[in-house]
């Protein structure tokens, strides 16, 4: 059984930084790509960043670009979201994703992540 678990979500000031992090069990981590997407209230859900199944590859959201690392540790099957400088517009629930190919077939619960002006 496949699950995703995100954590690290919470209330923070704006200007202020947050790490999320997205334990996987259930699947050969590094087989696949790993994203983070986010859903803000009354918004559609939207890409954040990627990276590939050995870290050489990142792909990030222009709004999030200089501002948003993302990381990984197949050691751990472990996936980050290091957000610095953080804006009231980045507020949303943050959810991971598993990718073996094309399509994200699997989704973490998702963690609130909420930025105070």
């Known amino acids: 059984q496949v699950q995703l678990v995100e954590s690290g979500g919470g209330l923070v000031q704006a200007g202020g930084s947050l790490r999320l992090s997205c334990a996987a069990s259930?699947?050969?981590?590094?087989?696949?790509?790993m994203g983070w997407f986010r859903q803000a209230p009354g918004k559609e859900r939207e890409f954040v960043a990627t990276i590939s199944r050995g870290s050489s590859l990142t792909s990030y959201l222009d709004l999030v670009k200089g501002r948003f690392t993302i990381s990984r540790d197949n050691a751990k099957n472990t996936v980050y979201l290091q957000m610095n400088s953080l804006k009231p517009e980045d507020t949303a629930v943050y959810y991971c994703?598993?990718?073996?190919?094309?399509?994200?077939?699997?989704w973490g619960q998702g963690t609130q992540v909420t930025v105070s002006s």
């Open positions: 994703a598993a990718a073996r190919y094309s399509d994200y077939a699997y």
């Open positions: 259930g699947v050969t981590f590094s087989s696949y790509r």
